[in-house]
């Protein structure tokens, strides 16, 4: 009887599921893991002094927990899934508020916690899908007729996040949240002198940070580099633009390239020039090409949906991926500051699979054509 009913399940969860969105998501993901491999077994061989396939293995690892997590986000019921992101959104906040007091810190910032019995992880790469839920949910509150009301709530919501964040510090995830916000509440049908008015104002507050307050001070190192390049403080930068440059359209080839080996983390903060170097640009826009076929599909299901916070909350996810992907190919272009921001799916980096898997999950559930157990 049970096995019957399991296997209702599986095939009612099978009929329903986008397979084509499944399909580009488990593409992503596949892609991420060959690319960790031939990319990171010459950095485990350097620091562990032997042919180890370390940070392959690890990547590896997290890709299982991953997309296990992605099947499971993907069958829950939409309103267990709701009312579940709600508590899991409490409960990463307060990870993210022992960041600052228990945090381990890694070159001049605290953003991961290690308790030891876990991996380290950074919470707000956890906590990021859950903001796109609650955000979403408060915006739709049936109760609270008013608008703006609503609007209001989720700046009281959003905003300890924000300050967290500088805390750590943490710009480059304090603007992704700030973009995920304004477009969520954009889309609900915000005023838009209200909606231009947080804008300038949440701008001008990062800006004074940067400006004024000497823990920020790397930020405005980082853009003086970016602005001007002979200032001497853009090795990174310049050693990503120049593995792409060295690249070409078709690559240098498999375990030909040297990035990995003149640039910490490389495998992390740069991988699109590391991909860039070994396979050429070809492969990038291929890679582009996916995200933005990824976005299509889940923006047709949006048009047609009838449930506002199904929308939003949708709309909050591809609005995430293709912010994160932007800022993280714009810096190794050359186009944006440093910011260290992984590349959703590819990265290496057990928070960043971690997050994209749950983004995916909830993308794929609220995706299906309709829900029957």
């Known amino acids: 009887m049970l096995k019957n009913k399991l296997f209702e399940s599986y095939y009612d969860w099978w009929k329903n599921i986008d397979k084509i969105i499944l399909l580009l998501i488990l593409s992503l993901f596949l892609l991420g893991l060959f690319f960790s491999f031939v990319s990171t077994s010459i950095i485990a061989s350097d620091k562990l002094g032997t042919n180890s396939y370390y940070f392959f293995l690890k990547h590896f690892v997290f890709i299982c927990v991953g997309i296990s997590l992605l099947f499971l986000i993907s069958f829950i019921e939409r309103d267990k899934l709701i009312y579940v992101s709600l508590i899991l959104f409490l409960i990463c906040t307060f990870f993210l508020i022992l960041v600052p007091f228990f945090g381990v810190e890694v070159k001049g910032s605290k953003r991961w916690l290690n308790f030891g019995f876990l991996p380290r992880f950074q919470p707000i790469e956890i906590l990021k899908p859950f903001i796109i839920i609650t955000i979403g949910f408060l915006l739709t509150l049936k109760n609270i007729k008013n608008l703006y009301v609503r609007f209001i709530l989720s700046f009281i919501i959003i905003l300890p996040i924000i300050l967290l964040l500088m805390i750590q510090p943490d710009i480059g995830q304090s603007i992704l949240v700030i973009i995920v916000w304004l477009s969520l509440i954009f889309i609900s049908g915000v ?14 507050f990062v800006s004074y940070l940067i400006i004024y ?55 992390t903060d740069y991988i699109i020039s590391v991909i860039s170097e070994e396979f050429g640009a070809i492969s990038i826009i291929l890679i582009m090409l996916i995200y933005l076929f990824l976005s ?23 609005v995430l991926i293709l912010m994160q992907t932007f800022i993280h190919v714009g810096v190794n272009i050359r186009i944006l500051p440093t910011t260290g921001m992984t590349l959703p799916y590819l990265s290496n980096g057990g928070s960043s699979i971690i997050s994209t898997a749950i983004i995916s999950g909830i993308i794929l559930n609220f995706t299906k054509r309709k829900i029957k157990y």
Do not use: W
């Open 296 to 318: 299509f599909k889940v923006m047709k299901i949006i048009d047609k949906e009838d449930n506002n916070l199904i929308k939003l909350i949708l709309l909050g996810c591809v």
């Open 213 to 267: 307050i000497p823990k920020f001070s790397y930020i405005k190192l980082r853009l003086i580099s970016f602005l001007n390049p002979s200032s001497g403080n853009s090795y990174q930068s310049d050693k990503a633009s120049e593995a792409i440059i060295n690249g070409g359209l078709f690559g240098k080839g498999i375990g030909e390239g040297t990035l990995n080996t003149k640039v910490p983390e490389a495998h």
């Open 191 to 204: 005023n838009l002198f209200l909606f231009f008015s947080s804008f300038f104002i949440l701008g001008g």
